[in-house]
């Protein structure tokens, strides 16, 4: 079913790039995201990565409205993910632009968030990390709720650390998936 899934997003990823001769650069540099989307999706990170430069490049390279620097940075986070050595100070950077934008309850918010921190704890600056994913998965649970991907994914990456659960904690809730519903 994958593989089924898969050969009919590369033809419609085809039938995108027929059409987008006669697209404005805002409109083929949505395409371009989004055929980097799907290629990422299907771990062809070389295709993905190329297509989500040339959305970058095409955003920055118009005359365009604020929405674009959200965009740009959501680009950079996708690239970022793609990428193997991962720069926590432009992460932060990225993460702090996007904070002082669009506020802290935004799904691009968190999710900038959550890149940092899984760069934080490639770095082993885990006590960081945690500090972040823990108001992350508090910030994405009150707005978005239990179950939006945003929330899910904060948790996850909380649930991915080596934590020490103090033993205060640990009898108040008899195991750690006790404290993470807590927060």
């Known amino acids: ?60 390279d118009a005359d365009s409205d604020t929405s674009s620097v959200s965009d740009i940075a959501e680009i950079e986070l996708k690239l970022n993910d793609s990428n193997a050595s991962i720069d926590v100070d432009s992460l932060r950077k990225q993460y702090e632009e996007i904070l002082a934008k669009s ?21 082993d600056r885990n006590c960081e990390a945690e500090k972040l994913l823990v108001n992350l998965v508090a910030t994405s649970r009150r707005v978005h709720g239990q179950d939006h991907n945003c929330t899910k994914s904060a948790l996850k990456a909380l649930q991915g650390l080596t934590l020490e659960v103090p033993s205060s904690i640990d009898s108040e809730f008899g195991d750690i998936e006790g404290w993470f519903q807590s927060i």
Not at 14 to 24: I, P
Not at 103 to 120: C, F, M, P
Request: hydrophobic share 40%; aromatic share 6%; with cysteine.
């Open 1 to 60: 079913a994958h593989e089924e899934g898969s050969s009919e997003g590369q033809v419609i990823c085809s039938k995108l790039m027929f059409l987008m001769d006669g697209m404005d650069s805002a409109m083929k540099a949505k395409t371009y995201y989004a055929l980097g989307c799907f290629h990422g999706s299907i771990g062809s990170l070389k295709k993905a990565k190329g297509y989500l430069e040339t959305a970058r490049n095409l955003l920055q």
């Open 103 to 123: 506020g802290r309850e935004t799904t691009l918010t968190i999710d900038a968030g959550v890149s940092l921190a899984k760069a934080l704890c490639s770095a």
